[in-house]
């Protein structure tokens, strides 16, 4: 099955600075590559997600990059802010086991602490 | 719109006791899903509806069972709680499945088993 490799596993930034997150995964036939944001005591929420057919995105100060022939793909936050503070996921999509059927791969997250 | 309900949110239970975890979407999604999160061991999928009448084992199934209700609410059953079962549970749902749109995910129900 698809593995998730995420690094760093917490980062610390000051305010203002520029915060970069990297995953692998292993199975070429991944597609799609989210990424979530949880906030403490909350459920994960998507902040951008990527396809295949497209090497990068961007919205805002967030913006997502990837690699396909290295298997790699990573998260940019320019101009962090304390509200930016929070662990980050990056997922993979692979196929389930029931037809037509997909499901996420999660990374084991990234704690991001912006200082003040 | 609520978007995923979990209920409860909190619950303690000792070894060997059952508890079903109820979850309901209200956006009309076709696929629902329950993970459990660790300290660092990200979210580990347990089990998958991707359409109403369909479920599947995901990575961590051992010791769960779900039920698709109805195309709204999923539930997911632990038959004889052990304490390896402490863990926060997130059910979540997309509208095509996880490989191609958003997925939406509850608070969360924090379960403790002594």
């Known amino acids: 099955g698809e593995n998730v490799e995420q690094h760093p596993s917490t980062l610390s930034v000051q305010e203002g600075d520029s915060a970069v997150i990297k995953c692998t995964y292993s199975?070429?036939?991944?597609?799609?590559f989210p990424w979530y944001k949880q906030e403490l005591g909350k459920g994960p929420q998507l902040i951008i997600d990527?396809?295949?057919?497209?090497g990068e995105k961007k919205d805002q100060r967030i913006a997502v990059t990837l690699n396909k022939t290295a298997k790699h793909f990573s998260l940019h936050i320019t101009e962090t802010q304390p509200e930016d503070s929070a662990v980050y996921f990056c997922?993979?999509?692979?196929?389930?086991?029931?037809?037509?059927?997909?499901?996420?791969?999660f990374g084991k997250g990234t704690k991001l602490s912006v200082i003040p | 719109n609520a978007g995923v309900t979990q209920t409860p949110k909190f619950q303690v239970l000792k070894t060997g006791q059952s508890m079903t975890l109820q979850c309901a979407q209200d956006?009309?999604?076709?696929?629902m899903y329950w993970y459990r999160q660790d300290p660092g061991m990200g979210l580990r999928l347990i089990y998958y509806?991707?359409?109403?009448?369909?479920?599947d084992k995901g990575e961590v199934p051992n010791g769960y069972n779900v039920s698709r209700l109805n195309k709204r609410e999923f539930s997911l059953r632990l038959e004889s709680a052990a304490p390896s079962q402490t863990s926060v549970y997130f059910c979540?749902?997309?509208?095509?499945?996880?490989?191609?749109?958003?997925?939406?995910f509850g608070q969360g129900t924090r379960l403790t088993v002594v």
């Open positions: 979540a749902s997309s509208s095509q499945g996880l490989g191609n749109t958003e997925a939406f």
């Open positions: 199975d070429s036939a991944s597609n799609y």
């Open positions: 990527i396809r295949s057919n497209v």
């Open positions: 997922a993979a999509s692979n196929r389930g086991s029931g037809a037509g059927s997909y499901q996420l791969t």
């Open positions: 956006m009309n999604h076709n696929s």
């Open positions: 509806s991707a359409s109403e009448g369909t479920t």
